[in-house]
């Protein structure tokens, strides 16, 4: 009795016949379009198959006999023979000198004439584009042998279009046992990448698939080979979700493989691009295919803008290292080229970034595609250059978020009222609410200045532009996103009668952390204790403000010069005994140093240089921080420290000497470095900054399987609070309540600082332009009222909510339906008489209190590593906080005695049962065992200090464990404590170790006196 094919090769056949139509049905596309009839690939023959040249000869032939019948005549290809020959060897060396896919895209030259290899897409109405595209053979071919040597090994499937290969198969069926993984471990260890077929740019992809996962690979490399997913995700995590209508990995056949998708694909996102280090002059090739959830975002915002037009706005959350910058690349590409009615959607799109390197990479993405190159244009001055790009045709425009709102002054009113397509990169960080205003009235159509223009219509007009744009459409991508980004850029949806937001599309860090696309920062997460003593240099006991007092004492002991060599040593030990010896990332780890403050990563800089030297390591180490800083009364310089040009930075830390990236507030966010390993942290992180900071070890390399993070500042539950906000998918819980605007205008205009006549006549005369000297009057007026009038629990509740009332209106103005001219007049009114208000003054009780202490010990405790475990679900942020004001707190006064015995019972010593004893044996017993151990006399006689060193730490180890049974808490200590180990050996060496000199001076001294 027959029953169903649970075989590969059932799975083989499967995919052959639904490409196909072998064995009945229809096929549905990703566009829901049923594919049939002439649509269907072509049954390929492997007899076909030139093994010299690597095409299906008898489908080459087809094609360009049947598309190009005067081109196929000229070249004489039409029988075996030279010309047939010469024609190969000249499409073979163009594949491997260009690729396949440009090969498709742009043909090539033979002689004297040009062969077209592939038509593209039809665009609407062009019937002739629809005759051209449907001649292209689309084939699949089984158990293609593509091998030349006598085993003529063979692949399970391969796809041809017109003849050339671009897509190989290995498959697998878990209902007998094999997976996906050895698919994977097949291409790696049984697939050459000598044999053509699989030479790098031969081939677009190589697919290996089973019934439920889909991994891929552009670049074969034997065991070095790097496969990733090609999966949908399915709980917001890895896989796919079960398929009511079939297999998991079904999607693959049904939607990428349909000759529409499989052309997009070829056409706007496939491509090889050659990257050029600008020191060393070197390129190297990379071959790009698009992850799945990179075609699924930019197919998805395409389809709904052709739908609803321009005028909307969207928000796509994808993990940091998902992809981001090929993504807002291909989706600028395909926006300027999106047609809606035969017209054109946008005339231009803009681009805004934090990322000074985006502008390159765009240009290296697209210009693959056609040649079209000279549609981007980067911002690079200030001066007319947005205007020249728009009145120049260039279509998809790069500016930093720094020069944006500058530059955008510079559009004339003839380009006010064009439609634009706006993508944010890193929305939190580039939409802030003046840099908006500043693009909405340069981009906006009411934007521009009317003749006779009254106040109320100029309230109005300032009004109107700071809201989103109606001829624009916003693309917002991020991987934190706060609650404004969420509120400005994500979908409202209803739940029960609260509206919340979530995003357009998301891509999770849970996803891409199981996927393999970034690594689980927080896998190896260590926090280490410092614990130290302070004592009292002065014979009076004076008073000080308890809680700045302790701060104080914290950054002056953590900032102590034998407090950062202490720690350097730690870092540097770590990273040259778990790191560099366990050959991670196959011996090219780096890492990352992330300080407090410049003065701070200077400190540790020389630290590090000291340590390394005296351990005579090949290693060194890099600082990074801005501007010219003065230390140790000298002004220094990035270049000057590391004796190279700060642009070289990135590129410098690839290479060898270096290994140690020393940073104040650089590199800490959008810095993208695979061979990042180890990140040691010295600076309070929390929220999206903890998130930002951390995630630069996130990127994947082929040999790169685990990270570390070492942390002096903050403990586990702090970044786990931070992450788990981003871990899956983030909502906001509710909209802003516009409302509470109108109960934070109540409580300023109570404490009568100004009144409506001054704001009037101040808002006037500032939009009128007038001179400083006819505004600061009014403002000053208003500040004599605050210093003469009010406490300073009324200042500080005044200044903190006018700042609340300035920063939630300038982010509801942009979104509110509706406009409010009083709100936007106390707005412009605040927002320049906050800067005028001083600070309620302050005496420093803690003042002078550095002067009377010194630091009596320092030390360090690594705890064990833990894995830190996120909450596996959606995380719900609340709206942005209305509440603003306070009071002055009261300072708490203590003697200095008080709160030294205070700061040190909290950092704390070791707590011994009985410290007396263990004291003693520290200090007497132990030296003397040492002492008396024959290896190290032995060495302390006859060789240096460094082999003496050696031997002291063998007998050290022999001692303590003669000593487990009687001090059992002792041995404890040295064995799991890292830092009292490192600490003890270096306070017996030092009480121990005699030069040979001296020693035998000794010996000789006892010989005379026998």
Wanted: charged content about 30%.
């Amino acid at each position: 009795m027959p029953t169903s094919d649970t075989s590969e090769k059932g799975l083989e056949s499967m995919i052959f016949n639904s490409l196909t139509g072998y064995g009945g049905g229809t096929t549905t596309g990703a566009e829901g379009v049923r594919e049939a009839g002439s649509v269907r690939y072509l049954a390929g023959d492997p007899k076909d198959y030139d093994r010299d040249h690597a095409v299906d000869i008898d489908k080459l032939l087809a094609f360009l006999q049947s598309t190009q019948p005067k081109v196929f005549t000229q070249l004489g290809i039409e029988t075996e023979g030279p010309a047939r020959l010469k024609f190969l060897a000249r499409l073979q060396g163009e594949i491997a000198k260009r690729g396949v896919v440009d090969v498709l895209r742009k043909g090539i030259q033979h002689g004297a004439a040009s062969v077209e290899l592939f038509y593209g897409a039809p665009s609407p109405g062009n019937p002739k584009a629809v005759e051209r595209f449907d001649a292209n053979l689309f084939s699949v071919t089984r158990q293609l042998r593509y091998s030349k040597d006598e085993n003529q090994l063979s692949i399970d499937l391969a796809i041809f279009i017109n003849g050339l290969p671009i897509i190989t198969f290995e498959l697998k069926n878990r209902l007998t046992k094999q997976t996906v993984q050895d698919a994977v471990e097949q291409y790696m260890r049984d697939r050459d990448p000598r044999e053509l077929l699989f030479q790098f740019g031969r081939c677009l992809v190589h697919f290996a698939v089973d019934d439920q996962e889909v991994r891929f690979c552009t670049n074969l490399k034997g065991n070095d080979s790097w496969f990733l997913p090609f999966n949908k995700g399915y709980n917001d995590g890895a896989g796919n979700p079960p398929n009511p209508d079939g297999i998991k990995s079904d999607y693959m056949w049904r939607s990428i493989l349909i000759r529409r998708e499989l052309t997009d694909i070829i056409e706007n996102y496939a491509q090889i691009v050659e990257r050029k280090d600008e020191r060393t002059g070197r390129k190297k090739r990379e071959q790009i295919f698009p992850r799945y959830h990179q075609l699924d975002v930019v197919h998805k915002l395409l389809a709904d803008v052709h739908t609803r037009g321009a005028g909307h706005r969207y928000l796509v959350q994808h993990s940091a290292g998902s992809g981001k910058s090929n993504s807002i690349a291909w989706l600028a590409y395909q926006l300027v080229e999106l047609m809606r009615n035969n017209i054109r959607i946008f005339d231009s799109v803009i681009v805004v970034t934090d990322r000074r390197n985006l502008d390159k990479q765009i240009r290296d993405t697209i210009k693959g595609f056609t040649q079209v190159s000279s549609i981007v244009g980067a911002v690079t001055e200030g001066s007319g250059q947005l205007r020249q790009f728009l009145e120049s045709g260039k279509k998809i425009i790069i500016t930093t978020v720094q020069k944006f709102p500058f530059v955008l002054d510079e559009i004339s009113n003839e380009h006010r009222g064009r439609k634009f397509a706006i993508i944010i990169d890193e929305a939190h960080s580039s939409q802030g609410g003046r840099t908006a205003a500043k693009m909405n009235i340069a981009l906006s159509s009411e934007g521009g200045e009317e003749d006779e223009e009254t106040l109320e219509d100029t309230i109005n007009r300032i009004m109107e532009s700071k809201k989103m744009l109606p001829n624009a459409s916003y693309f917002a991508f991020t991987a934190t996103p706060k609650n404004k980004t969420l509120e400005i850029f994500g979908e409202p949806y209803s739940e029960g009668d609260v509206i919340k937001h979530r995003p357009f599309h998301s891509y999770t860090m849970k996803q891409a952390i199981q996927e393999g696309f970034i690594l689980d920062v927080l896998q190896n997460y260590t926090s280490v204790e410092s614990y130290y003593r302070l004592m009292k240099k002065i014979e009076d006991d004076p008073e000080y403000d308890t809680k700045k007092a302790q701060k104080k004492l914290r950054r002056y002991v953590e900032s102590h010069k034998y407090a950062i060599e202490q720690k350097a040593e730690v870092m540097v030990d770590h990273f040259l005994e778990q790191v560099i010896a366990k050959n991670k990332i196959g011996g090219q780890a780096r890492s990352m140093v992330v300080t407090s403050s410049i003065k701070r990563a200077i400190q540790y800089y020389f630290a590090f240089c000291d340590y390394l030297k005296e351990l005579k390591s090949p290693y060194k180490a890099i600082v990074a921080f801005s501007g010219e800083p003065d230390y140790n009364g000298q002004q220094v310089t990035e270049a000057k420290l590391n004796g190279f040009p700060s642009t070289q930075i990135p590129e410098r830390i690839r290479e060898d000497p270096y290994r140690f990236l020393i940073c104040a507030e650089k590199f800490q966010t959008g810095y993208d470095e695979p061979l990042l390993h180890s990140m040691y942290v010295d600076k309070p992180l929390s929220g999206i900054k903890a998130v930002q900071t951390l995630s630069r070890l996130n990127r994947a390399h082929p040999k790169k399987h685990d990270t570390f993070v070492l942390d002096f500042q903050n403990d586990a539950d702090t970044i786990q609070t931070a992450f788990e906000d981003y871990y899956r998918t983030t909502i906001l819980s509710e909209e802003t309540d516009p409302d509470k605007l109108h109960d934070l205008k109540a409580d300023l205009d109570g404490y009568q600082v100004y009144n409506y006549s001054n704001i009037d006549l101040f808002v006037e005369r500032y939009l009128g332009e007038a001179e400083r000297d006819q505004l600061d009057p009014i403002l000053d007026s208003c500040v004599a009222i605050y210093v003469d009038t009010m406490d300073e629990d009324g200042q500080v509740d005044f200044k903190g909510k006018a700042k609340t009332f300035v920063r939630t209106y300038g982010f509801l103005a942009s979104i509110l339906p509706y406009n409010n001219a009083t709100w936007e007049k106390l707005s412009i009114f605040l927002n320049f008489l906050i800067p005028k208000l001083p600070a309620p003054k302050e005496e420093d009780l803690s003042k002078g209190i550095l002067e009377s202490i010194d630091m009596d010990s320092y030390r360090l405790e690594v705890r064990s590593a833990i894995k830190i475990a996120l909450a596996d679900q959606n995380a719900q942020i609340e709206p942005v906080p209305m509440i603003g004001g306070g009071h002055m707190p009261e300072p708490e006064l203590d003697r200095l005695s008080n709160i030294l015995r205070s700061f040190n019972e909290h950092f704390g010593n070791i707590e011994w049962k009985d410290g007396d004893k263990i004291r003693n044996v520290i200090s007497q017993d132990i030296p003397k065992k040492v002492s008396a151990d024959k290896a190290y006399q032995n060495a302390m006689k006859n060789s240096d200090k460094q082999n003496a060193r050696i031997e002291h730490d063998s007998a050290l180890k022999r001692v303590i464990l003669e000593l487990l049974y009687d001090h059992n808490e002792l041995y404890k200590q040295f064995s799991d404590n890292p830092a009292f180990k490192k600490w003890l050996a270096e306070t017996n060496f030092d009480a121990t170790y005699t030069p040979p000199q001296e020693l035998l001076g000794e010996l000789d001294h006892e010989s005379n006196s026998n």
